[in-house]
């Protein structure tokens, strides 16, 4: 199976904001839109991400305001994406390694979606049943 195939089954909606909010309008924005993270685009460029992660750890650890901080300051710009046609043993291999939860998904420099790690584990889940139910199957014939 391959990311394109995951988002095509649960859709290709972008979250994003701008660098220059604070950090706490970001918070809300995914806390709206029930999100763990959420990408910082600026004219269609992907820049970074934030998430909930970089809050808990830059912001209230470091005893800082959420008010007076702006989301560039603590953005992670060290991205790490896939493209459409990666597969989602590979994206479950990066997210590993990387100690990442979500990947924003690039074709031709452009953002067309993001899979999570929760996106990759149900896409495992179904094609494991898929091959439980072939296997169950030809041992009954």
Not at 49 to 55: I, K, P
Not at 80 to 103: F, G, W
Not at 118 to 132: P, R
Request: proline share 1%; hydrophobic share 40%; charged share 30%.
């Amino acid at each position: 199976m391959t990311v394109n195939q995951i988002l095509s089954k649960k859709g290709n909606e972008v979250h994003s904001i701008v660098s220059t909010i604070t950090v706490y309008e970001a918070i809300k924005v995914m806390g709206e839109k029930n999100i763990g993270s959420v990408l910082i685009i600026e004219d269609t460029a992907l820049k970074g991400v934030l998430s909930e992660r970089d809050y808990a750890r830059k912001i209230v650890l470091k005893d800082k305001a959420s008010k007076d901080t702006l989301v560039k300051e603590i953005m992670d710009t060290d991205l790490v994406t896939v493209k459409p046609t990666d597969n989602i043993e590979d994206c479950m291999e990066l997210m590993s390694q990387k100690r990442v939860r979500h990947l924003p998904v690039i074709d031709s420099d452009t953002v067309i979606g993001v899979v999570s790690m929760s996106d990759v584990v149900n896409a495992i889940i179904e094609m494991q049943k898929d091959t439980i139910k072939y296997l169950d199957s030809y041992i009954s014939q």
